[in-house]
């Protein structure tokens, strides 16, 4: 089981190849979202809080609407945190020899990406639709509006990245799940009929004789065959 590539993944315990690591599209896809997430994070955290100037205290960008801003800075740090996370099982995946373990992480990274798609898009709408409802008067200085629509913008492009790494990752599951190879239930027959012992014809153990019995086993078998318990009529001449 250990030379075989299950689920997208070369031989357990191969040496760890950087260049063809990050050529790969799923690592491509997962620094892109990671990125995107630091600059979703930092245009809200930093930009995303203003205050008029006769009211020192701040207020949200977007339509002074606090859920918004603690909506793009939550989703931004952890979206950081997960993507940290999916890239250190990148490349410890190859390490792992057990197939359970291997179609559980796949599953994982199927679900959680599309989780965090879906996620994505329903912060593009909120913030999109905070930001077209913004009054001009709580902001008349135009500031952080740049910050603003980067939020916005990035947060439209990770629905896809993310929805991306799902389609990756699902792709990398039938791969494992359609071949008979990476169940953990499969023999190479050849190995097989190898190593099954010899049995006779009827079942008994191929160190002995037929019927058991030694060297009169066969002619105790062949008188039975001919008297009435054998279902035969001994017949004496």
Not at 90 to 119: E, H, N, T
Not at 129 to 143: A, G, H, R, T, Y
Not at 179 to 190: G, R, V
Not at 216 to 225: I, S
Request: charged share 15%; proline share 4%; with cysteine.
């Amino acid at each position: 089981m250990e030379g075989m590539q299950a689920y997208g993944a070369g031989k357990a315990g191969g040496a760890f190849d950087p260049v063809t690591f990050f050529r790969q599209p799923q690592t491509v896809l997962r620094i892109v979202s990671w990125l995107f997430s630091i600059v979703i994070f930092g245009c809200i955290a930093n930009e995303g809080y203003i205050n008029r100037p006769e009211e020192p205290e701040e207020f949200c960008i977007f339509n002074r609407n606090q859920n918004a801003c603690n909506y793009g800075v939550f989703m931004g740090s952890m979206a950081f945190l997960c993507c940290v996370a999916f890239l250190a099982l990148d490349v410890y995946f190859p390490q792992i020899s057990s197939v359970k373990d291997r179609k559980k992480a796949v599953l994982a990274d199927v679900g959680l990406s599309a989780f965090w798609s879906f996620m994505w898009f329903v912060g593009f709408c909120l913030l999109a639709n905070q930001w077209q409802v913004s009054k001009l008067e709580d902001n008349p200085l135009k500031e952080g509006g740049d910050a603003a629509r980067a939020a916005i913008t990035f947060s439209f492009f990770s629905i896809f990245t993310w929805a991306g790494q799902s389609f990756l990752g699902f792709q990398r599951y039938k791969l494992g799940a359609d071949s008979a190879l990476f169940s953990q239930e499969y023999t190479d027959p050849s190995q097989d009929v190898a190593g099954a012992p010899y049995t006779s014809f009827g079942g008994d153990d191929p160190e002995s004789p037929v019927g058991g019995g030694g060297a009169g086993g066969g002619q105790a078998n062949g008188d039975e065959a001919f008297d009435g318990t054998g279902g035969y009529q001994r017949q004496d001449y």
